[in-house]
């Protein structure tokens, strides 16, 4: 069972569109961070949200945290080829080191 | 000032081998966790090192080792490899009081024939 489910697995969309994505789970978390990971390489921190109902921006992303720090989403204002990659969440439990991580969103950003 | 570094980038063994990956953490952090990460998966937790300690294990076999010095650079040694251990391996450094903030290096490419 995976602790956080991220939806939609896939997306392929055009350039100048907007999107959402997912991160989603029954446990509550301290914080929650977004990745962003290209091939063979390693995840590149884009937020990190601690606080329930939290909504941070940076440039065209948006991030927000639930109320109930359980889910989270991401959403990208006119999105360009550059923003092509793998999304990833990753959260983080009170009193623990580890990242439990989402399997990802594949985005595709077509011109 | 320099992120998060590791090395080798690449490594190609043969089962029942015997492979040390290395990481350096970014400047002035002190935690240093290790992942691996499966093509299509997202990265899973090995363990983490605080004051040259083991702070923390995923679910790996004792065949996964680690190893924190001093100036906080870290190692990984796996045992007898099998072909399942064939991933990405990424190193993440922190600072322990930090909030789940962890910068993550480019990982090391394991295969195992």
């Known amino acids: 069972t995976q602790l956080l489910e991220q939806s939609p697995q896939f997306l392929s969309i055009q350039e100048g569109e907007n999107l959402t994505v997912y991160c989603n789970s029954s446990s509550v978390f301290s914080s929650l961070q977004w990745y962003r990971q290209e091939p063979g390489e390693g995840p590149v921190l884009l937020v990190t949200v601690v606080t329930g109902g939290e909504v941070k921006k940076l440039k065209r992303l948006t991030f927000q945290f639930g109320d109930a720090r359980k889910d989270s989403s991401l959403h990208i204002t006119a999105a360009q080829p550059g923003d092509t990659g793998l999304y990833l969440c990753a959260g983080a439990r009170g009193g623990q080191g580890n990242l439990i991580f989402g399997k990802g969103t594949k985005l595709s950003v077509k011109p | 000032d320099a992120g998060v570094t590791q090395s080798p980038t690449h490594l190609i063994k043969t089962r029942g081998q015997q492979v040390t990956l290395r990481c350096s953490p970014k400047s002035g952090h002190d935690t240093v966790s290790w992942y691996q990460q499966a093509l299509g998966q997202g990265p899973q937790f090995i363990f983490q090192y605080y004051e040259e300690e083991e702070r923390q294990r995923g679910n790996f076999p004792d065949r996964f080792s680690g190893h924190q010095f001093p100036n906080y650079s870290s190692e990984l040694n796996v045992n007898a490899l099998l072909l399942g251990d064939s991933a990405l391996y990424l190193c993440?450094?922190?600072?322990?009081?930090?909030?789940?903030?962890?910068?993550f290096g480019p990982g090391t490419r394991l295969l195992v024939l």
């Open positions: 993440a450094s922190s600072l322990v009081s930090a909030w789940g903030t962890q910068y």
